[in-house]
């Protein structure tokens, strides 16, 4: 009798899911436009934070946002007030995008024209770390009331992540959280991540993290 075989199933899809990341990043190249995964669990502060970015940054650059939830629509109706263009994207019960979803979102969309594309994913700090989306670069939002051991606990998230914004900051003194800690435990688990502190409510911050973004879309464009 035939020995019965073991796949490695999860290897191959994420085998395959890269290399489809690696050809969609190829086709926005061409295009010249910049993609950017913007990760965070719930609550973290990710559509208020990318809601005073487009502010910021709308009058320079043509900016579109897609939207990633399991269900709903609040976050894209928020962003669409923001005057950019907007489309919600529903995972039908999964915890994250691929690459293969992220395209096709793309292409529903279209992107003639944008110079900065801005994939809010889903929110939580396990799935979507570990599926390369065909992003440029992949950011992530800590909150301070999360705590500044998040790094030790979701180790995946923040070494995939190019930026940390360390996010409402303006609380600081009513919570235990260790800035010193909290950037040395994210560069234990990736030294070349850059951490910015922020509050999206007040705008603290939020030029740091517009200079940072300007330099990687102008980079990607040359």
Known sequence: MEKYRVIEIKQSIFADNDKQADALREKLKEKGVFLLNLMSSPGAGKTTTLSRTIEMLKQEMQIGVMEADIDSDVDAAAIENCGVRVI???????CHLDAGMTE???????????DLLILENVGN???????????????MILSVPEGHDKPLKYPLMFQVCDVVLV?????????????????????????????????????????????????QVEAWKK
Do not use: S
């Not at 999206?200 to 330099?215: C, I, S, V």
């Open 125 to 139: 700090l396990v799935c979507p770390a570990e599926f390369d989306t065909g992003a440029v670069k992949n950011a």
């Open 104 to 114: 096709q979102g793309i292409t529903e969309f279209g992107i003639q024209g944008l």
């Open 167 to 215: 996010n409402k900051i303006d609380v600081l003194p009513y919570f235990d959280f260790d800035m010193e800690k909290c950037v040395e435990y994210v560069h234990m688990r990736n030294p070349q991540a850059k951490v910015i502190p922020i509050c999206a409510k007040t705008g603290d911050g939020m030029e740091a993290w517009a200079d940072w973004l300007r330099g």
């Open 88 to 94: 919600q994207l529903h995972t039908g019960g999964m």
